[in-house]
C-alpha cells in the first residue's frame, strides 16, 4: 500500500537556520505530494504541493521538489523564524486517500 | 478560500456518555469529508470516509458503532462517539473537498478543520 516516512524529530534549529525535512514516499502510479503544517492546538493546515514530477511546490519561504527517481519530497527553508516552530507532516494522495507521515516537530529557538 | 469549521472544539464528558462532533464546510459544498484521529505526537489515522446521502466508508480496525458518522447535507457531516471511554480521548479532526471547483491541477487538496480535542474522564 501507499506509505510515507518522514524524517523523525525532534527538530530544534536556531532563527535563520537552514531547514531540511526529509520525505520519501511509496505507491502505485503518480501521487500527488504535500506538506501540511499543524501549529500548536490547530488543524492542519496546507503549506505546499507538487502534483508531478519535478515539479516545485514554495510557499513562505518554504520549497519542496517532487523527485520520482528518488520518490522524495524533501522540505526545505533557506532561513527560519521562530514563527515557524511546528509539525510538519508529509502526504500523498490518490485517487482515494490522503496517506500521512508520521510528522516532524520542529522548533525554531531565538 | 475554502473554510472548514469544527465545533466544539474541546469538550469534555464522563465516561459513558456520547459526544457529537460537528464539521461545517463554510463557504462550499462537500459531498466527501473524512474524519481523522491524531494521537498526541503522532500522525493522522484515517477513520472513516463520510458520504453525503450514504453511509460512510470505516477503516480497517475502526468500530462503526462506536463511532457514529452522519453526512445529512453537503455541508455538514457529524461524527458522534458513543458510550465514551478514557481511551477514546483524542484529537478529531475532519476534512472536506469542494466538489464544486477542486484544485485546478486535479490535486486531491483537502481543507482540514481546526480539530476537536475529547477528554473522557
Known amino acids: 500500500g501507499d506509505s510515507v516516512t518522514q524524517m523523525e524529530g525532534p527538530v530544534t534549529l536556531s532563527e535563520e537556520a537552514f531547514l531540511t525535512i526529509n520525505c520519501t514516499y511509496t505507491a502505485t502510479g503518480y501521487p500527488s505530494l504535500f506538506w501540511y503544517v499543524q501549529y500548536p492546538g490547530e488543524g492542519l493546515q496546507l503549506l505546499l504541493k507538487a502534483t508531478k514530477a519535478d515539479d516545485k511546490g514554495s510557499n513562505k519561504g518554504f520549497e519542496a521538489t517532487y523527485r520520482k527517481e528518488t520518490t522524495s519530497f524533501h522540505l526545505e527553508k533557506g532561513s527560519v523564524q521562530v514563527s515557524d516552530s511546528a509539525v510538519y507532516f508529509c502526504a500523498l494522495s490518490t485517487a482515494r486517500q490522503l496517506t500521512f507521515g508520521s510528522g516532524t516537530q520542529l522548533t525554531v529557538l531565538p | ?121
Open chain 2, 1 to 121: 478560500g475554502a473554510v472548514v469549521s469544527q465545533h466544539p472544539s474541546w469538550v469534555i464528558c464522563k465516561s459513558g456518555t456520547s459526544v457529537k462532533i460537528e464539521c461545517r464546510s463554510l463557504d462550499f459544498q462537500a459531498t466527501t469529508m473524512f474524519w481523522y484521529r491524531q494521537f498526541p505526537k503522532q500522525s493522522l489515522m484515517l477513520m472513516a470516509t463520510s458520504n453525503e446521502g450514504s453511509k460512510a466508508t470505516y477503516e480497517q480496525g475502526v468500530e462503526k458503532d462506536k463511532f457514529l458518522i452522519n453526512h445529512a447535507s453537503l455541508t455538514l457531516s457529524t461524527l458522534t462517539v458513543t458510550s465514551a471511554h478514557p481511551e477514546d480521548s483524542s484529537f478529531y479532526i475532519c476534512s472536506a473537498r469542494d466538489v464544486e471547483t477542486g484544485d485546478s491541477s486535479g490535486a486531491n487538496v483537502l481543507t482540514f478543520g481546526a480539530g476537536s480535542r475529547l477528554t473522557v474522564l
